[in-house]
C-alpha cells in the first residue's frame, strides 16, 4: 500500500474515531443520574415556564432526535449553550483553550529541553553513576503524582516563602482577561503565576523524553557509522551531538505528538491544584455541575486534541524516516 | 529477543512429557507450564537490589493493609471530638510526634478525624484499586491481544478498531465522566479504570502473538491437529505471559495514581478513606495555608512509594525481557 492511500485510510480512521467518541459522549451524559435541567429551573418557576425551558434545550425530543441533532451541531461546531451561564459552549471553549495551551506549551518546550539533553548524556555515558541517577530521577518523576508535587511546591514556596502566588492566572484587579489574551501572556505578572505550575509539569514530563532518548542512543551507537566517527578522528562530542543525537532524535519527534495530547488531556489536575483557568479545571467543574454542554464541549476538546496529535504523529512517522514502509 | 531463549524451556517442556499425556489432566498441565515461565522469572527478577526493595515495600504495605484495625488507634472515619458548631471543627489537634500532647501520633484533621489511621485505613483502598484495576487490565488486555493476534483478520480488525478508540480517550476527563455517571463508588472507580486501560496491554500482546503465531512451534502444532484454544493457552500465552506481568505491575502503579487525582478532584468514595479524599480533605479546608504538613504529606508519600515499587518492579521484568535495555 502506498503513501497516499495510507493517508486517505488514516483519515478516515480519524473521523470515525471522533464520530465514536461523541457517540459513547452522547450516551454517557443522557445516562447521567440527576436531572439537568434542576441546575437551570429555579423552583419558584411556574411549571409553565419550566416546560417550556426544557423544550428550549430540546430535552423533551425522542432520543434519536437529539442524537441527530447533537452529530449535527457537533460538524458545525457547535456545542450548545451552557445550562449554567447560558454562553454558547464555543465561546467558554475559546476562553479556557489558550490558557491550557500557553501552560501545556512552556511546560513541554522545558521539559522536552532537558529530557533531550540529559538522555543524550546518559546514553552516552551508559553504566556511569551519572547515567544511574538520571534514571532514578526519571522514574522518580514520573512516579510521584504531579498534583502532589504541586501542592508541595504551593506549600513551600507558596503558603511558607511567599515567593508565587497561591492560585489562579493572574493577579486580583491586574486587569486579567479584560486586557486582551497576548498582552495578559506578555506581563509579570503572569509569568509568575505560570512559572510553577509550568515548572512542576516539566519536572514530569521530563522523564519519558529522557528515558526514550536514552534507549533510542544505546540502539544508535551501536551502528556503525558511529565507529566511521571515530576513525575519522572526530571530536568526542562532535560524534555525541552531531552525528548519534541527531540520529537518535526520530522516535522523539512522534512521541512528543502523542504525549502533547495527552498533556492537553491531563491537564485536570494541575489546573485544578493550581486554580489555573484552563480547559481541564473548566471540564471537571462541568461535570460536578451536571453543565452537560459545557462538560460534553470540553471533553470533546480534550479528545479531538488525543485524536488529531495521533494521526499527526503517525502521517510524520512517514515523512521523517524513509525505511517506514506501509503494509 | 530473550524471552525466546527462556520461555523454549517451557515449550520443550511440552513436548517432554509427551508420555505421560494421557495421566496427567489437561488443565494441569496447561497451569504448570505456566507456572514454569513464571518460576523462573521470579529468580532473575529478585536478584536485583532495587527491585527486591520494591517487593518489600510493597510487602510491607500489605501487611499494613491486612492488619489495618490491629495498627489504626481509632476509627479512620469516627470524629475524636465536637468543634463548638457541632457539625465543622475549625481546630486541629498537632501531632504528638512532634511533641504535641496530644493522642494522635499524626495529629487529626480539621473535621476531627485522626490522620494516622486515615493513613492507614487508606492503605486498603489504594491497594484494592491498584491490584483489582491491574488484574483485570492485564487480564482482558492479554485475552483480546492474543485472540486478535492468532485469529488476524477481521477478528483482529474490529478488536483492534475498539483500541483504537479507546486511545482517543482522554484517561482522567473519561474516568471522571464514568465516574459521575456511575455515582462516587471505589467500585466504579475500579471499573472506570478497567475500561479504558486495558488498551495499551492488548496492543502489545497482539503485536507479540501476530509474531508468534508465524513460528515453527505454532505451525507445527496446527498441523498436529491442535485446537485455538489449546494453541492460543499452551503455546501462545506462556510466551505473552513475561508482557501480561510488565503491563500488569505498571498497572497497579497507574490505577494508584488514577484513584488519587479522581479522589482529589472530588469525585472519590465519600465512604471509604483514601490517601486521595485525604489529600481533598486538606485541601478543602486550606491545610497549606495553615502550615499542617502532618495532614498533607504522609499521604503523598505513601502514593510516591507505593507508586514508585510498582514502576521499580516493572522496569526490572522489563529488564528480563528485552536485555537491550541493561
Known amino acids: 500500500m502506498g503513501k497516499a492511500s495510507f493517508v486517505v485510510r488514516r483519515t478516515l480512521q480519524l473521523v470515525a474515531t471522533l464520530w465514536a467518541v461523541g457517540t459513547v459522549l452522547f450516551g454517557l451524559f443522557r445516562l447521567m443520574p440527576g436531572d439537568p435541567t434542576s441546575y437551570v429551573v429555579s423552583s419558584q418557576m411556574t411549571q409553565e415556564a419550566r416546560q417550556r425551558l426544557i423544550e428550549s434545550y430540546g430535552l423533551n425530543d425522542p432520543l434519536y432526535v437529539q442524537y441527530i441533532r ?70 522518580t518523576a514520573r512516579s510521584v503524582p504531579t498534583f502532589y508535587v504541586g501542592l508541595i511546591v504551593l506549600w513551600i514556596f507558596g503558603a511558607e516563602l511567599g515567593l508565587i502566588p497561591m492560585s489562579g492566572m493572574t493577579s486580583l ?20 503565576h505560570l512559572m510553577a505550575p509550568a515548572a512542576v509539569l516539566a519536572f514530569y514530563y521530563m522523564g519519558y523524553p529522557l528515558l526514550i532518548m536514552r534507549s533510542s542512543m544505546l540502539e544508535v551507537l551501536s551502528e556503525d557509522f558511529i565507529d566511521v566517527c571515530r576513525a575519522k578522528g572526530l571530536k568526542e562530542r562532535t560524534i555525541m551531538f552531531k552525528h548519534a543525537a541527531r540520529n537518535a532524535l526520530l522516535p522523539i519527534v512522534t512521541a512528543a505528538a502523542i504525549a502533547l495530547g495527552y498533556a492537553v488531556g491531563g491537564s485536570v489536575l494541575i489546573e485544578t491544584v493550581f486554580a489555573w483557568p484552563g480547559i481541564g479545571r473548566e471540564m471537571v467543574r462541568a461535570v460536578l455541575r451536571r453543565d452537560f454542554p459545557v462538560a460534553q464541549g470540553t471533553f470533546i476538546v480534550l479528545a479531538s486534541t488525543i485524536i488529531f496529535l495521533n494521526f499527526v504523529a503517525d502521517l510524520a512517522y512517514g515523512y521523517l524516516d524513509p525505511r517506514v514502509t506501509y503494509d | 529477543m530473550a524471552q525466546e ?76 471530638y465536637q468543634g463548638e458548631a457541632g457539625i465543622i471543627i475549625e481546630d486541629w489537634a498537632e501531632p504528638s510526634l512532634l511533641g504535641a500532647d496530644t493522642e494522635y501520633l499524626l495529629g487529626t484533621t480539621a473535621e476531627g478525624f485522626d490522620i494516622f489511621s ?17 488484574i483485570f487490565t492485564a487480564g482482558i488486555g492479554t485475552l483480546v491481544g492474543l485472540v486478535a493476534g492468532y485469529y488476524g483478520g477481521k477478528v483482529d480488525d474490529a478488536l483492534m478498531r475498539i483500541v483504537d478508540f479507546l486511545y482517543g480517550m482522554p484517561l482522567l476527563p473519561t474516568v471522571i465522566v464514568l465516574v459521575a455517571v ?98 481533598q480533605a486538606s485541601r478543602a479546608y486550606s491545610a497549606l495555608s495553615f502550615g499542617a504538613w502532618w495532614w498533607f504529606v504522609p499521604p503523598g508519600i505513601c502514593i510516591g512509594l507505593l507508586v514508585i515499587s510498582g514502576f521499580l518492579i516493572g522496569r526490572g521484568y522489563e529488564e528480563i525481557t528485552n536485555p537491550k535495555l541493561q
Open chain 2, 5 to 80: 531463549e527462556q520461555s523454549s524451556r517451557s515449550i520443550y517442556t511440552d513436548l517432554d512429557d509427551g508420555g505421560s499425556d494421557e495421566e496427567i489432566d489437561k488443565w494441569q498441565r496447561t497451569f504448570r507450564l505456566w507456572r514454569e515461565t513464571l518460576r523462573e522469572h521470579w529468580g532473575m527478577l529478585t536478584d536485583e537490589l532495587s527491585v527486591k526493595l520494591s517487593m518489600l515495600t510493597v510487602a510491607g504495605f500489605m501487611l499494613i493493609a491486612i492488619f489495618a484495625p490491629f495498627i489504626a488507634t481509632h476509627q479512620p472515619l469516627q470524629r475524636q
Open chain 2, 118 to 134: 486515615q493513613l492507614i485505613y487508606g492503605t486498603r483502598a489504594a491497594l484494592l484499586v491498584g491490584l483489582v484495576a491491574a
Open chain 1, 173 to 192: 484587579g491586574t486587569g486579567g482577561q479584560s486586557t486582551g489574551f497576548l498582552d495578559m501572556v506578555l506581563t509579570v505578572d503572569f509569568l509568575k
Open chain 1, 70 to 139: 447533537f452529530l449535527q451541531n457537533l460538524v458545525q461546531l457547535n456545542f450548545g449553550q451552557s445550562f449554567h451561564s447560558n454562553q454558547p459552549v464555543t465561546d467558554i471553549i475559546a476562553t479556557y483553550m489558550p490558557n491550557t495551551l500557553v501552560l501545556m506549551l512552556s511546560a513541554f518546550v522545558v521539559a522536552y529541553a532537558i529530557g533531550i539533553t540529559l538522555g543524550v548524556l546518559s546514553g552516552w555515558y551508559r553504566g556511569s553513576r551519572f547515567e544511574r541517577s538520571t534514571v532514578i530521577t526519571a522514574l
Open chain 2, 182 to 279: 456511575l455515582g462516587p463508588d471505589l467500585w466504579n472507580i475500579i471499573l472506570a479504570l478497567i475500561v479504558l486501560q486495558w488498551r495499551s496491554t492488548a496492543r502489545v500482546i497482539r503485536s507479540q502473538s501476530l509474531s508468534l503465531r508465524e513460528r515453527p512451534f505454532v505451525k507445527a502444532a496446527e498441523v498436529a491437529g491442535a485446537g485455538d484454544w489449546h494453541i492460543i493457552s499452551r503455546h501462545l500465552a506462556p510466551n505473552v505471559l513475561p508482557m501480561t506481568f510488565l503491563y500488569g505491575s505498571f498497572g497497579i502503579a497507574w490505577a494508584i495514581l488514577a484513584e488519587a487525582g479522581i479522589s482529589f478532584i472530588g469525585l472519590g468514595d465519600p465512604n471509604t478513606v483514601s490517601w486521595g479524599t485525604m489529600l
